[in-house]
Structure formats: C-alpha cells, structure tokens
C-alpha cells in the first residue's frame, strides 16, 4: 500500500519536460505524427516533450552510444511515458524499419554526417522512404552540402526557420520524401537556405548579418562567394532601421 501511495505521489509531482530554445524550435517543427524518431536523442527530452504534449502518439530513440541511449530510458521512465517509447543503443537509423507516417529528427549533428545517416537508411530501404516522410534537420554545420544532397536525392525542403540561443544562430529545416529530385538550388539557396530566403522568417535579417560576416572569411578561398555577399547586401539594403529597432 505504501509502494502505491509513493508511485502515484511520484507521478503526480513529476515535472513536465522542458526545452532549451534550439529545441523549441525543433519540436515546433513536428507536426502531429503516429510515430516520432529522435536520432541521436542524447537525453530523450525532446522525445519526451513531444509524448507529453500529445504531438506524437509513439516515440523512438537512439543513440550510437550506450550510456545516452540508458540516459534516455530512465528519462522516458522517469517522465511517464516509457510505455509509448522504444529506445535503441544504435548508430543512426540502423534496424529501425520506418513505417508511413513517420517523423524523424536529426539535430546537433554536422550537415555531412547527416548526409551519411540519410544515405546509410536510404539503402537499408532499397533506395526509397515510405511517401511523404517527413524529417526534421537541424545541422550544426555544413548547410550547402546538406541542402545540395537533399535536393539531389529525393528530398524537398518545405520549411525553414531560424532561431537564436545563447548567442548562436541554428536553422531548422522541415524536409519531405518524394522520391524524386528537386529543382536545383542556386549557390545562394544552398547557403542560406531557399525557404529562408523566400518566407524570410523571425531573425531572418540579423542571421543574414551573421553570415555575411561568416562570408567574408572564406571569400578569398571562394571567390564565387561574392555574388552570394552582393545578394546579402540586396536584401539588407533599406532593412538597416528595421534591424537597429529589433535589437
């Protein structure tokens, strides 16, 4: 009797999950799914938050190392939510069969790590995703690379967005699975990213700001980068004041 007063004295007291604005960002990007795949999940919070909040009826994660992927487990237990979750100690997506529907999140990863998580699942499947799979990506570098893999092997970037954390700029990007490839990205789209360019969303101004200065680092082993600069500069020019107000 005392075991069940404590049990149920801890699930009523637990805290619900809470998210670092990067992640916010990320889950904000999840539409309401059947099943959410959270690759690399570290320590299961995001998984967590989007079981809490009704966003995903099912949930998986994995990581490439052990204690993270135990890390996450308790956490999912700790959480109440453990009975929706499956959690695997794996590299990537390896041994997981995706199923219609499916939302997958890859964050904190380098962009061309990404690239080798996509391909690798790609050819676990025989060369195609069930139709319109829907993945969530959040790279920490290597944009163009990314963008110009995802364009050329199946994949159409819906959405983008951009947010700033603790001093740092991430973009979100909301791709789907067509299967065939998309329409070629200019080197401008593929650096800063074709939605972003196109909705120009919040922060959309200062991140331009943040890579022009990015840029002009790597213009002398890129000259090629001058047009992308003289495209910053197009869209910035008249946007000064708007900028200075929104500091």
């Not at 980068?225 to 008249?238: P, T």
Request: one cysteine or more; hydrophobic letters at 40%.
């Amino acid at each position: 009797m005392t075991d069940t007063s404590e049990q149920l004295h801890s699930v009523v007291t637990v805290k619900p999950t809470q998210l670092s604005v990067r992640l916010m960002e990320i889950v904000s990007a999840v539409p309401p799914c059947e099943r959410v795949l959270d690759i690399g999940s570290d320590h299961g919070h995001v998984p967590a938050w989007l079981l809490e909040n009704h966003i995903a009826k099912r949930a998986v994660a994995t990581d490439i190392h052990a204690d993270p992927a135990e890390t996450t487990r308790r956490y999912l237990r700790r959480q109440g939510v453990m009975q929706q979750a499956d959690v695997f100690h794996t590299d990537g997506l390896h041994g997981i069969r995706m199923q219609k529907g499916d939302v997958v999140i890859l964050s904190g990863l380098g962009g061309l790590e990404m690239i080798r998580v996509l391909s690798e699942s790609l050819a676990d499947h025989a060369g195609a995703f069930p139709a319109g799979t829907l993945f969530v990506l959040q790279p920490q570098r290597s944009f163009e690379e990314l963008r110009a893999f995802l364009s050329g092997c199946g994949f159409f970037i819906e959405k983008e967005s951009v947010c700033l954390d603790r001093d740092k700029f991430y973009c979100i990007l909301l791709v789907k699975w067509i299967g065939d490839k998309s329409p070629a990205l200019s080197l401008t789209e593929l650096i800063l990213g074709p939605r972003l360019l196109e909705m120009r969303p919040p922060n959309f101004l200062k991140y331009l700001l943040h890579q022009k200065n990015v840029l002009k680092k790597h213009m002398r082993a890129r000259p090629e980068l001058a047009l992308v600069l003289s495209e910053i500069e197009n869209i910035l020019q008249g946007q000064s004041i708007e900028i200075e107000v929104s500091k």
